[in-house]
């Protein structure tokens, strides 16, 4: 049994340009090797007015993923409550503890949720997210470290006016790290967002 495959950016601007030319959908299927019912199906769904392969592409890949996921913050207060928070400078991290302990009224949701809802349904928000990836990275589990360091404070107990960027001054510092002894440190101000970033020779805390 043969398994049907979605077309591919390529394909659809194969069938643009041969569609432009005058060739009939039976040659344009035999010179893609598929069928011609996929090809007028194709191209019935997306010549609105015209057919422009780009945008047929992006409404094939949002049907794709619209019937795939489930529905996220389903309640149109809570999706209210979070975007505000969020364009706040709300972490999800922080905006799930919030509604856990002083909305009652809502049900509790995890950052996680949050986090799917943003990238899933409401991607313009991506922006407001600490990191702004256009797409998230898996998240591999690790295990727990066995040496912490030692007297560590949570990021979680840091002023309210840091967590909303209110203020300039605020830093973050991190490190991207590869396979050799080398390291690049970045660092970021909170509100402007202005970073810096330098080479070090190694992952110590002494560099």
């Given at each position: 049994?043969?398994?049907?495959?979605?077309?591919?950016?390529?394909?659809?601007?194969?069938?643009?340009?041969w569609?432009s030319?005058?060739?009939s959908?039976?040659?344009?299927?035999?010179?893609?090797?598929?069928?011609?019912?996929?090809?007028?199906?194709e191209?019935?769904?997306?010549?609105?007015?015209s057919?422009?392969?780009?945008?047929?592409?992006?409404?094939?890949?949002?049907?794709?993923?619209?019937?795939?996921?489930r529905?996220?913050?389903k309640?149109?207060?809570?999706?209210?409550?979070?975007?505000?928070?969020l364009?706040r400078?709300w972490?999800?991290?922080?905006?799930?503890?919030?509604?856990?302990?002083?909305?009652?009224?809502?049900?509790?949701?995890?950052?996680?949720?949050?986090?799917?809802?943003?990238?899933?349904?409401?991607?313009d928000?991506?922006?407001?997210?600490?990191?702004?990836?256009?797409r998230?990275?898996?998240?591999?589990?690790?295990?727990?470290?066995?040496?912490?360091?030692?007297?560590?404070?949570?990021?979680?107990?840091?002023?309210?006016?840091?967590?909303?960027?209110?203020?300039?001054?605020?830093?973050?510092?991190?490190?991207?790290?590869?396979p050799?002894?080398?390291?690049?440190?970045?660092?970021?101000?909170?509100?402007?967002?202005?970073?810096?970033?330098?080479?070090?020779?190694?992952?110590?805390?002494q560099?």
């Amino acid at each position: 049994m043969r398994t049907y495959m979605q077309l591919k950016l390529e394909e659809r601007e194969k069938i643009a340009v041969w569609k432009s030319e005058g060739l009939s959908l039976r040659a344009i299927a035999l010179k893609i090797g598929r069928s011609p019912s996929t090809i007028s199906r194709e191209i019935n769904r997306n010549q609105k007015p015209s057919y422009w392969p780009h945008k047929a592409h992006e409404r094939a890949l949002e049907r794709l993923r619209s019937g795939h996921i489930r529905p996220r913050l389903k309640s149109r207060v809570m999706q209210y409550e979070v975007e505000q928070m969020l364009k706040r400078g709300w972490s999800p991290e922080l905006i799930a503890g919030r509604i856990k302990t002083h909305r009652r009224d809502l049900p509790s949701i995890s950052h996680e949720a949050i986090y799917q809802w943003v990238y899933e349904c409401h991607r313009d928000l991506i922006g407001y997210l600490a990191h702004a990836h256009p797409r998230r990275r898996r998240r591999w589990k690790t295990s727990a470290r066995k040496n912490r360091i030692p007297d560590r404070k949570s990021i979680q107990n840091r002023p309210l006016v840091i967590n909303q960027r209110l203020e300039p001054g605020h830093w973050e510092a991190d490190l991207i790290v590869g396979p050799g002894r080398a390291a690049l440190q970045v660092a970021v101000e909170r509100q402007f967002r202005y970073t810096r970033i330098a080479k070090i020779k190694d992952k110590s805390a002494q560099s």
